[in-house]
């Protein structure tokens, strides 16, 4: 390594910016989860939300600030991760910025005030002065508070470079640390980012003292391209989310950046100290909690991103990977290993798969592991062609997914009586409802009629409900428990995948719901978008109606273990364009 390379600083913002993909709500537990799995991977500062919202928001910035702030696992040679939160140009943003996230042992506060000329007159309705003067006195009154403050001067990309170079200098002298250059609209090429970059560092008074970075939104495509030519020109933070998600088209994103400079050491100015084999499951664990399914030809993280059906590119790849292979599977998370799992697998082997697969350390809890090890068990008694990678990752998620919402009742856990002999029960989570049994009879001109069983661990009784459906068994399972549970349940997505091929793979469903209306109907005209909490369950299975039962069900018990104290802000409130 060059000694005149520099740090990459990986900024994080998957939790605010990449939140506000439509559609997509985190809630606490959600964003704590991968809040946690982004400091596994090494990432250096995380924008954890933008906590002036509602007091949903907060709590989730501050509870991440108290939880994961201090974590060090993974972290080797590195100081713990700094956590941000986004405040408007103005105090009481400001100061609930920074009563957020002051619990950190790291903390910063990310302060944005537009500067472009269209966004001065028709949104701010202020003279370029004036936009100077708020910055001076919002960046001044940020410092106060903070020694890292970060200053974005939205629509960067759209403003005059030489009233950006004014606006900048006075962020610089009332004490701003990072300064970030927003291609808010997604509208620069890479060589005017670059260029403007690099006006910006040469022409910018105090610009030697602070790091610039940038953010980069992907409307035409460019947002990777325009970040490699921000940090070509200089910049040494870089602002991106896990697959690109965001507003709009998306963000630059963290994988595709990173792997840019793993591959070619010699053509950026810059290091970086991510863990690329988290990669992959990282990826999966923000498509399963966000609802936002990767494409396939994803660079990086997609499913097909290294696969090969060309004949030719076959026969090369055999040959020596490095004919059509610029990066190792393996160093992104995607294993090509040849250990082999099945039913005659112990802990120990599954352990090793796991921890090649990106789930090692504390990414999964004792209970979680124990868990997936009899998940594991069971499907491998059914499958004859063994466990896959991709079944491996849908059993985790099925874990995890099934664990959110549940609490720590040892007189819950003893109701439920579903301890085995490999799994202890001792005072392990418990959610409320559990699947007991379920009976469904479907078929060609016939109606769908669906009688399920679960077992409320709150009452300790088993229950049981018919429903009958026009659409299908899915609806019919659905409307059965809807009835058990009692709620007006809306059902916002649903999808269904295989984890590998063949007719013994499993069937992966993810869901996402929120409370409705009497009939299930949207509670409100915005619940789509984010103005009603919304719950995630994910399970895997071979038999797709029981998958989909699961899933649901997962989900339903979080909505029932939600506080309504803790919701967050609707989606238009949290909408914040940098």
Do not use: W
């Given at each position: ?6 740090k990459?600083?990986v900024?994080?913002?998957t ?25 596994r ?57 920074f ?56 629509d ?37 980012y ?17 790091v610039?970075?940038?953010?980069c ?14 940090v ?24 595709e ?95 090793t ?5 990106g ?32 079944d ?76 009958v ?54 509670a ?55």
């Open positions: 390594m060059s000694a005149a390379k520099q990459l600083i900024f994080d913002t939790l605010r910016d990449g939140e506000q993909s439509p559609g997509v709500t985190l809630n606490t537990d959600e964003k704590i989860e991968i809040a946690r799995q982004l400091s991977l090494g990432v250096d500062v995380i924008e954890a939300g933008f906590p002036v919202a509602s007091p949903g928001d907060f709590n989730a910035v501050q509870r991440i600030a108290r939880e994961v702030g201090p974590l060090m696992e993974g972290r080797d040679g590195l100081e713990p991760m700094v956590i941000c939160g986004l405040a408007r140009s103005v105090k009481h943003d400001i100061q609930t910025a009563d957020a996230v002051k619990d950190a042992p790291r903390h910063r506060i990310h302060v944005f005030l537009a500067t472009s000329d269209i966004h001065l007159e028709f949104k701010l309705k202020i003279t370029r002065e004036q936009c100077k003067q708020r910055i001076a006195e919002m960046v001044g009154f940020a410092k106060a508070l903070c020694s890292d403050i970060e200053f974005s001067p939205e960067a990309g759209r403003s005059d470079p030489a009233f950006l170079c004014e606006a900048l200098a006075v962020a610089i002298e009332a004490g701003a640390t990072t300064l970030n250059i927003p291609d808010t609209v997604g509208y620069n090429t890479p060589q005017e670059g260029a403007l970059m690099a006006h910006l560092r040469a022409n910018t008074r105090g610009a030697d003292g602070v610039f970075s940038t953010h939104h992907n409307d035409l495509g460019l947002a990777t391209a325009n970040t490699l030519a921000g070509s020109s200089g910049a040494r933070q870089v602002e991106v989310t896990i697959n690109g998600i965001g507003e709009r088209a998306g963000n630059t994103a963290l994988e950046v990173v792997m840019n400079v793993h591959t070619h050491p010699d053509a950026y100015p810059v290091f970086h100290t991510i863990n690329t084999r988290l990669f992959y499951s990282t990826s999966r664990m923000v498509e399963d909690l966000s609802g936002m399914a990767v494409q396939a030809n994803k660079a990086i993280v997609g499913r097909n991103a290294f696969l090969h059906e060309s004949g030719i590119h076959q026969d090369g790849v055999l040959k020596n990977k490095q004919t059509y292979e610029i990066i190792r599977p393996e160093d992104v998370g995607v294993t090509t290993g040849n250990l082999a799992l099945g039913k005659h697998s112990g802990r120990h082997a599954f352990k798969k796991l921890e090649e697969l789930y090692g350390g504390a990414a999964l809890a004792d209970a979680q592991f124990q868990a997936a090890f009899a998940r594991f068990k069971q499907l491998a008694d059914s499958k004859k062609t063994g466990v896959t990678d991709g491996m990752h849908a059993l985790v998620a099925d874990v995890r997914s099934a664990t959110r919402g549940a609490s720590a009742d040892p007189a819950a856990a003893a109701a439920a009586g579903e301890a085995d002999d490999a799994t202890p029960a001792g005072d392990a989570p418990v959610c409320r409802y559990t699947l007991k049994h379920m009976q469904v009879f479907t078929g060609v001109g016939v109606t769908p009629t669906a009688a399920v069983t679960l077992h409320d661990a709150q009452t300790g009784a088993d229950v049981i409900d018919v429903a459906a026009k659409n299908g068994p899915i609806e019919a399972t659905y409307s059965a428990i809807q009835r058990i549970v009692g709620l007006p349940i809306e059902l916002l997505s649903f999808n269904v995948s295989a984890t590998s091929t063949g007719q013994e793979t499993l069937g992966k469903v993810a869901v996402r719901i929120a409370r409705g209306g009497p009939d299930g109907a949207a409100t005209p915005l619940a789509a978008s984010g103005a009603e909490p919304k719950f995630a369950g994910v399970a895997a299975d071979v038999d797709i109606i029981t998958a989909s039962a699961s899933a649901y069900l997962s989900a339903v018990n979080r909505m029932v273990a939600h506080d309504a104290a803790d919701s967050r802000a609707p989606h238009e409130q949290r909408n914040v364009e940098i």
